[in-house]
C-alpha cells in the first residue's frame, strides 16, 4: 500500500509563494513512481497541474498551469513539491499529490489552501 503524505497547506495572503510538499507514509518512492499534483476548488473539478516521474525528474505541466507553479523532487529527502507563486484568491483550493505505481494511482489526503485578498 502507498500512502501519499501531503504537508504545507494553510491561509496565505494574495501575491504570497507557498510550497506543498509529498511523501509516501511509512515506505519510499520508487523507480517508475510517477508523481502527480492535482487540485480542486468548491464547485469545480479536479485539474491536474502537473507530473514528475521519480526516477528521471521528468516533468509536464498542463499549458493553464505553466508559469507560476514548479514541480520538482529531492531523490535523496524522498521527497517531492509544488512551488505556487503569485497566488491569488482564484487559486483557492485542495491541493492533492498521487502517486501513480504500476496501473495503481494513489491520493493523498490533500491539504486546503487559502487565499486571502
Known amino acids: 500500500q502507498v500512502q501519499p503524505a501531503e504537508s504545507g497547506g494553510g491561509v496565505v495572503q494574495a501575491g504570497d509563494s507557498l510550497t506543498l510538499s509529498c511523501s509516501v507514509s511509512g515506505g519510499t518512492f520508487v523507480g517508475d513512481d510517477m508523481v502527480a499534483w492535482r487540485r480542486q476548488a468548491p464547485g469545480k473539478e479536479r485539474e491536474v497541474i502537473g507530473t514528475?516521474?521519480?526516477?528521471?525528474?521528468?516533468?509536464h505541466y498542463a499549458d493553464s498551469m505553466r508559469g507560476r507553479f514548479t514541480i520538482y523532487r529531492n531523490y535523496h529527502e524522498n521527497r517531492a513539491w509544488l512551488t505556487m507563486n503569485g497566488l491569488t484568491p482564484e487559486n483557492a483550493a485542495v491541493y492533492y499529490c498521487s502517486v501513480q505505481r504500476g496501473s495503481v494511482v494513489y491520493w493523498g489526503r490533500g491539504p486546503q489552501v487559502t487565499v486571502s485578498s
Open positions: 514528475i516521474t521519480w526516477d528521471a525528474g521528468s516533468r
